[in-house]
């Protein structure tokens, strides 16, 4: 299995624009979790689904910020739109049991 | 709620000396505790893992972590430490949710290795 896939990698957008990040968990896991790493707040949870419906979405910051989760292997985490504080990697990370995955998270610069 | 604290922001160990990271958490019930390395432009990824049991669990790369309920600890050790475990460090809590994992994670101990 090739892992949580996320992309893209690095994203650099102006401030206002819509950002779009995706996520594709591991076959047969049906926990996706959307998590953003700062320096000041550190690793926090935005939300996350099982089997595709959205459980828990306290940790998303804004309205700005949505989540979507259309089908098993595939997920958006979007931003609406962007600001500077923004700034930050996005880390999508997929589990069926205890042993959360974690994907190579994207690095978002909003300038 | 639940939180980890783990005090050490940085550490700075000599390859081939001991290492012992520290982590305290804070949880109303049974803790699912867990360890996990983040190397520079990396995600995250699973040293080892507690849930019950013996309280001195093994990982991987040598690693190994005590859990001790008396002092709401989960420390990670290593005996000898390589210049390839220079990384960023994160002890976290768990919370089972029927299955998946909902981590809180402590804020990270970047750990520095001297040749």
């Known amino acids: 299995d090739a892992g949580v896939i996320q992309s893209p990698r690095h994203e650099v957008t102006e401030m206002g624009q819509e950002v779009t990040l995706r996520c594709k968990p591991i076959s047969g896991h049906d926990y996706l979790f959307w998590y953003r790493q700062t320096m000041m707040r550190g690793l926090e949870l935005l939300i996350y689904?099982?089997?595709?419906?959205?459980?828990?979405d306290s940790g998303m910051p804004e309205d700005r910020f949505s989540a979507k989760m259309p089908n098993a292997s595939f997920s958006t985490l979007k931003i609406q739109p962007s600001e500077p504080r923004d700034s930050a990697v996005y880390f999508c990370?997929?589990?069926?049991?205890?042993?959360?995955?974690f994907g190579q998270g994207t690095r978002l610069t909003v300038v | 709620a639940q939180s980890v604290t783990q005090p050490d922001i940085h550490i700075t160990v000599s390859e081939g000396a001991s290492l012992e990271l520290r982590c305290n958490y804070s949880?109303?019930?049974?803790?699912?505790l867990f360890w996990y390395v983040q190397s520079p432009g990396q995600g995250l990824q699973l040293l080892l893992k507690y849930f019950s049991g013996d309280t001195l669990v093994q990982g991987i790369k040598g690693f190994e972590a005590e859990f001790k309920r008396s002092q709401s600890s989960f420390n990670l050790r290593k005996p000898s430490v390589h210049w390839s475990d220079a990384a960023e460090y994160f002890c976290?809590?768990?919370?089972?949710?029927?299955?998946?994992?909902?981590?809180?994670f402590g804020t990270g101990t970047q750990l520095k290795v001297e040749l």
């Open positions: 689904f099982n089997n595709n419906v959205p459980i828990d």
């Open positions: 990370a997929s589990s069926r049991t205890t042993e959360a995955f």
């Open positions: 949880y109303g019930a049974t803790p699912y």
């Open positions: 976290a809590v768990g919370t089972l949710t029927g299955g998946g994992n909902k981590l809180t």
